[in-house]
């Protein structure tokens, strides 16, 4: 993004939403925002560069680009994810792993379709609705470190993406009804991969308490929030 560019992220969950602004001014975030909010939200009422729009949807998977075929994308989705009567499944490119991300926004599509007619780009262009898991895949090859700990937590639901050197180890979600039951499912994967949290940083794209930050330091050596 270059300094005179102004980037809106919008995270959309079935309780609501919230976003953040990157500028030449800096950086500014909204917290977590009701659903009836969004209409009187002054900074939606703006055009932006670039804007994101992300979904927390857990009905996605990722395949391998030579494996997909479109006929089968809904087939495919199926066997991993519950897809029901009436869901619409698209694709997504991600070149960074040579995959492609089939998913589904069938999930808390009202308030992401409000908000995409609503934020649009200086163009007059409406914000496309995307997986959150696409914008997680994305953002964790820029993290610095060679072990790559990128996750996001909403609507009880784990999104974990896991990057050595540039080979994608791990990219899942996990139904976790706590934060508790979320470090679990951390802790897990890290074991079965065997990387050691103590020498590594997780990052997160979602908002974290002081309770749940410090709970996370007893075991990281760093957590980001990005």
Known sequence: MSQNNDRISIQVGLSGYSFKIQSAGGTTTSGWMSADRIFTTPEFQKRYDEVNLSVFTHKISLVPEQFQDVKENLQMLSSVAEITDG???????????GAV??????????LSRAISETVMDKSGNKSVPLPEMYFMLKAVTALPD???????????????????GRSLL?????KAPDF????YFIFLALKKLQLNPEVS???????LNDEEEMSLYRYFKNVDQI
């Open 146 to 164: 060679y072990n790559k700990i990128l996750a996001s937590y909403m609507d009880g639901i784990l999104y974990l993406v896991i990057v050595q």
């Open 87 to 97: 869901d619409t499944v698209a694709s997504i490119s991600v070149p960074e792993f």
């Open 170 to 174: 791990l990219c899942n979600s996990f």
């Open 101 to 110: 991300l089939l998913y589904s926004n069938n999930i808390g599509e009202t």
């Open 180 to 183: 508790t039951t979320a470090e």
């Open 201 to 207: 940083t997780i990052a997160f794209r979602t908002p």
